[in-house]
């Protein structure tokens, strides 16, 4: 697919489902309010003939009625602002000369620090990826180093997949940590904890994919806990040290909420009213019957009742490359594209031998193998992976590299094969390497 999704330059996108929705969006907001077409007209100033322009597809969005229609009725101006659609087949393509010509370079502390080149993106969701080239190279895990510069957080979630040697430094509870990353690594942090990447050498790409994204908090949410305060917002935090604690705080606040005595809730839920008081003192869990019993006695979702509780460590979860799990989808020997390489590199090609000696699936997805086939992996790294041979940033130039590849496993790794005759009949045929994988193989 081309970039034909995109309207032509200078047309905002979709503008006829703008246009079209900003009308639905006016009748369901006065229809919300309880008014009748003539009622909403008087209601906003206008006849009932331009009332009914309004919802018409042709008369578009108006700045001015909603600004009006806020004034009169409690609502927003945004809750009449409809949505662009951006991406009506489905997908949004930016091709890398596209990204390339995005590219933009910005400073810290007075030096060239990071470029940052645009990626695929849609206003229909709050990812906001970006692909992010470090500049700045040190020779040291320090972070206080004269060329790390730091960020102060941001509210965005955070999916960083590391490509090159890059060093990933983060904050949390005012202590500061430098992770060393390789090609594969990747890293998921809490919003507003400071963070910074750097280069550990010039020589080769230092690149990330940082993937922000808002997560349930953007938007709606965010502006109804700004509209409340800092003081009331701090309210809906929280507690989450425990899973115990997290659910006696939320025990408590939906008691709270409907003022019901919590010996009425043990009497309703059958729940003894001494256990019922362990948890929302966030000394003990509810049992799943439990759980049941009470959002029945509540009038809740059962799923209402039960805690979100952070599994990352110091605000980040880390998934070295080394460690990460892999598998194959579809199986080996059922797959109708891909060539040898797929799993790795994403090569979609169909080796035209294999299309036509497929034989009859028998699952045995192999496992990534943990040691390169050769040459030894000559990294000091200890959460690396080096790019397999073919990815961008690969650094089998450097003789780095490792193979993911299964036909090229190391031979420690092969001794787990089927070694039995029968094993062996059984074990499917390896698709081969296309073309192009195999003569980037070597
Ligand atoms: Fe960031």
Redesign the pocket.
Known sequence: MSTANLPPAGTPADDEGFRRRAGALLHSAAGDLRRTSRSAAADLGLTDADYAAHLAPEQGFSWDLAQRAATVWPLNERDLVPVRNDCPRGVRVLRATESASSARVFQRGGIDYYEYRATAMSRLASFRPAWIRMLSVVTDDDPHNADVHW?NG?M?Y?FTYCVGPVNYYYRWNGRDHVLRMNTGDSIWGLPFSP?TFTARNAEEPAYVL?L?YGGELMGDAQHELAALGPDTARGFALDTDSAAAAQGRLLRSYLDASALPLEHAAELSGIPAGRLAGVADGGTTLTPDEVTALAAALRLSPRDLLPVVPDAVDGVSVCPAATSRSWYHPPPGTATTGCANWPATGCTRTPAPWRSTRSAPTPTPPTRPSRPCAPTSTSTSTTSAAAPSGWPGSTAASGTKRCWNPARRPTSRRSSAPSSPAAVAATPPTPPACSRCASAAG
Do not use: D, K, P
């Open positions: 960020n941001h965005l955070q963070h940082a922000t």
